[in-house]
């Protein structure tokens, strides 16, 4: 999935929980969401590792399955 900035258009490039426009010098925050209900979804981080949970009733989300949505 590419993220697009909200400001020109351009490919974001992006990096944890944040994003970065080349074209506009701009960044911009990613919010993790759940993929079957798309409310946003609890961060878990723990001995480096990253993990999405949703309170929703969807349990536990694949890193793979988040959507990621830019926050202006």
Known sequence: ???????????LDARG???H??????DFKLE???????QPLQVLKACGAVDYFCQ???GLISK?????VVQD
């Open 21 to 26: 426009c080349a074209s506009c010098e701009k």
């Open 56 to 58: 929703h009733g969807h």
């Open 64 to 68: 793979k399955r988040v959507e990621f």
């Open 32 to 38: 993790a969401r759940c993929p079957d209900c798309h």
């Open 17 to 19: 929980d944040h994003a």
């Open 1 to 11: 999935m590419e993220l697009i900035c909200p400001v020109c258009q351009g490919f």
